[in-house]
């Protein structure tokens, strides 16, 4: 099987750049990008995953997922500690 033309290559819907099929190496097709999904290139369908179902990645929704990280490491550490006092008031009692 020839390998196909540099023209004959699927070209990203998003950035337009030429996409190499899955089976050659980027070597063999200098210049192209891997080929991701939905017509994508492996770069743009990333990115648009990331966009689509990573909210998480703005710096205020970060911000507020490590503050209710140190939220929750403090209750657990509180909860520690009462068990703690608990099964010492026992051990007294
Ligand atoms: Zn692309």
Same mark, same amino acid.
């Given at each position: 099987?020839?390998? $196909?033309?540099? #023209?004959?290559? $699927?070209?990203? &819907? *998003? /950035? *337009? !750049? $030429?996409?190499? %099929? @899955?089976?050659?190496?980027? =070597? #063999?097709? %200098?210049?192209?990008?891997?080929?991701? +999904?939905?017509?994508? /290139?492996? %770069? /743009? &369908? =990333?990115?648009? @995953?990331?966009?689509? +179902?990573?909210?998480?990645?703005?710096?205020? &929704?970060?911000?507020n997922?490590?503050?209710? *990280?140190?939220?929750? +490491? @403090?209750?657990?550490?509180? @909860? !520690?500690r009462? *068990?703690? !006092? !608990? =099964?010492?008031?026992?051990?007294?009692r």
């Amino acid at each position: 099987m020839s390998k $196909p033309a540099y #023209e004959d290559l $699927p070209k990203c &819907t *998003e /950035c *337009e !750049r $030429p996409m190499r %099929p @899955r089976k050659y190496k980027s =070597k #063999e097709y %200098p210049k192209t990008m891997a080929m991701g +999904n939905y017509g994508m /290139c492996n %770069p /743009c &369908t =990333k990115t648009k @995953r990331e966009a689509e +179902n990573g909210r998480g990645n703005d710096p205020q &929704t970060l911000r507020n997922k490590q503050n209710l *990280e140190v939220f929750l +490491n @403090r209750i657990s550490a509180d @909860r !520690r500690r009462m *068990e703690q !006092r !608990r =099964k010492v008031h026992m051990v007294i009692r």
